[in-house]
């Protein structure tokens, strides 16, 4: 296949190109799409298009890949992720973050930093790194379908028991990207890597053009907080958002030289505030709370649905009378040890609305040992609504059911505001009514009518399935629905259109899971097999869509608010990730016994065969 190859170096010189895969963005899934496709297809043509710049203060023939960025990097950020979790199965972190800097297995971002350097590095196929295939400063404008696109041909027999290592004959282009304004490529095969977290959420605030102050987004307080935090005239900070980024930056302006006051405002009419799981275990076989949740035993009284292993166990605890009560009995007491470990009522965090931070929904992990005496003692926290921004001042709605502290509006000077308000899941690369029937997620008035009235009517249909499965989602605790301004993800596997029948395009990370490392493997090979025409049991259109509209109806049940994208699967990542592997027919991840497949941690490590697996079931 005629190509043009283009290198980090050399990003503008050539106007047009052609590569048999292009993988948009080089986070965590990126990486392992990229690292996926060559270990399988090491003569492959492939290019990796980032947007950001190579870092300054290196050598110029040293690459530095932003991932993470650099400037989401601060000392008090750590990983939600430990040891033996927080790495690929091909290559330990080793060795590990030293003991000093390791909080029950979890430790600061900067490591993994380290760790992805050296990865992308660490990966020749055919000559070249996965670093030498990345072309920085590439900043995707448009994404759009060729118009003479062809209809594949089906693989043969022979072509999928091919002992080559060559990819298969590819038809002609499927997508054009056009890049830094006059820059094109064409490719058969796209991965849109970009994730969840590209795009940042800054709501607009009354009054938001009359602030005078710096206003930020989470995504660039490392690049900014010694600035911030350095500065004398900075007396006052104001952080927006309830999530874990927003704890983050609390902490780390809370643990910064004294002398300046940290304010934390929480959406009365939000989401609320998140919970910070402990670190430790509540059981001495594990090492920390990500190991004691990550395995297939705690996955079965979960009420997901996703794979069919263990499903008897999964039958028992959720769809019995007796097995549902004690799966609630098991949650209400881990709610109650929970609360009780994060002493919503202690003293010292009184007179600082620490009462406050009480959560409505679980996520993230308190991976510092003083974290919640740091917050309780040197942030004021205020669960109430916004009314409007002035030149130098945040002002505050009265709470709904105020306290006599609370029963009127409060004004807050502010010099610094950081929004730590998350991401949008609006995809910017394709025309809106394209990327909805491509599956993605766009704002309801973007939206095809007919497409939007045709999910909504299997989406409704689909709502009893999961409710006979898992009947105690029928009766959700008490919570503020918030009504949704987008349409849900709506892809097969949470990956592809349901619609692709060329198997030309996946969207990769476009989901919130606890465990990114695990995921990404997961999907990378998924979505090789998929791209290759490799996988055997692809159910028909039809069937495509009512899986989606079951995912859907599944996470608005299970997740509320948070699952109205149809892509909220935080608790769930061991059984999504089986589900993908047995659908590749691959079980070389159950290693461990029966009782071990079980009730063991799901490691990094235990994926470390399935490229060999692969391999020799498929005859690659």
């Known amino acids: 296949m005629p190509t043009t190859t283009s290198t980090a170096t050399d990003v503008g010189a050539s106007a047009t190109a052609t590569h048999d895969v292009v993988i948009i963005g080089t986070g965590l899934y990126g990486i392992q799409a990229a690292r996926y496709y060559l270990d399988l297809y090491p003569d492959t043509d492939l290019v990796l298009l980032e947007s950001d710049s190579v870092n300054a203060t290196k050598a110029p023939s040293i690459l530095t890949l932003p991932l993470p960025q650099l400037e989401r990097i601060y000392p008090s950020f750590w990983t939600q992720t430990p040891v033996k979790m927080a790495e690929f199965s091909d290559r330990p972190m080793a060795p590990p973050p030293p003991a000093e800097d390791q909080f029950y297995g979890f430790f600061p971002a900067k490591y993994t930093t380290a760790y992805l350097e050296s990865y992308v590095d660490d990966h020749t196929y055919a000559g070249r790194t996965i670093r030498d295939r990345v072309l920085f400063n590439a900043a995707v404008d448009s994404i ?77 307080f490392g690049q900014s907080q010694s600035l911030l935090l350095e500065d004398a005239s900075v007396q006052s900070i104001c952080i927006v958002g309830g999530a874990k980024s927003a704890a983050d ?22 989401n609320g505030p998140s919970a910070f799981f402990a670190a430790p275990a509540m059981s001495a076989r594990y090492a920390n709370s990500n190991e004691g949740f990550y395995n297939r035993f705690l996955a079965s009284f979960l009420p997901n649905k996703f794979g069919k292993r263990w499903g008897w166990l999964k039958w028992l605890l959720q769809g019995t009378v007796p097995g549902r009560w004690y799966v609630k009995r098991l949650w209400d007491g881990f709610d109650k040890g929970l609360r009780g470990f994060l002493d919503y009522q202690r003293e010292e965090g009184k007179a600082m609305g620490f009462a406050n931070l009480e959560y409505d929904t679980p996520s993230g992990v308190s991976n510092h040992p003083d974290f919640l005496s740091t917050i309780a003692k040197n942030v004021h926290i205020y669960r109430q609504d916004i009314s409007h921004l002035t030149k130098d001042s945040i002002t505050l709605k009265p709470r709904s059911s105020s306290s006599p502290q609370e029963d009127k509006s409060l004004t807050i000077p502010v010099d610094v505001l950081v929004y730590c308000t998350g ?71 949470a990956m592809v259109p349901p619609a692709d029948d060329a198997h030309s395009i996946v969207f990769l990370g476009r989901m919130v899971v606890g465990n990114n490392f695990r995921t990404a493997e997961a999907q990378a090979l998924w979505a090789v097999a998929y791209l290759e025409g490799r996988i055997r049991d692809l159910p028909t259109l039809t069937q495509m869509e009512l899986e989606v509209a079951e995912t859907v109806a599944w996470d608005r049940r299970r997740y509320l608010n948070k699952g109205e994208l149809g892509s909220w699967f935080y608790f769930d990542v061991v059984d999504y990730a089986d589900a993908l592997f047995e659908q590749l027919e691959l079980s070389s991840h159950r290693q461990k016994g029966l009782i071990g497949n079980l009730v063991e941690p799901c490691f990094a490590a235990d994926l470390e065969s399935m490229v060999d697996e692969y391999k020799r079931k498929q005859r690659v």
């Open 144 to 220: 759009t379908r060729a118009a003479h696109q062809q209809q594949p041909q089906e693989p043969s027999s022979s072509s999928s028991s091919s002992s080559s290592s060559n990819p298969p004959a590819r038809p002609g282009h499927q997508w054009t990207i056009t890049y830094n304004t006059h820059h094109t490529i064409h490719t058969s095969k796209l991965i849109d890597a970009t994730g969840m977290t590209s795009q940042p959420h800054i709501p607009n605030l009354p009054g938001s053009s009359d602030f005078q102050g710096k206003t930020l987004h989470h995504k660039s």
């Open 249 to 270: 930056v609390a902490y780390a302006c809370a643990t910064a030289p004294a002398g300046r006051k940290i304010h934390w405002v929480i959406r009365e009419e939000g």
């Open 423 to 493: 991401w949008s899941a609006k995809s910017t690369l394709f025309p809106p009514r394209e990327a909805g029937e491509l599956g993605l997620s766009v704002p309801l008035e973007d939206a095809s009518p007919q497409t939007q009235a045709r999910w909504q009517k299997l989406e409704k249909a689909a709502d009893p399935v999961i409710l006979s499965r898992f009947p105690t989602l029928e009766h959700p605790p008490a919570y503020h629905k918030i009504e949704p301004r987008e349409t849900p993800f709506r892809l097969y596997k």
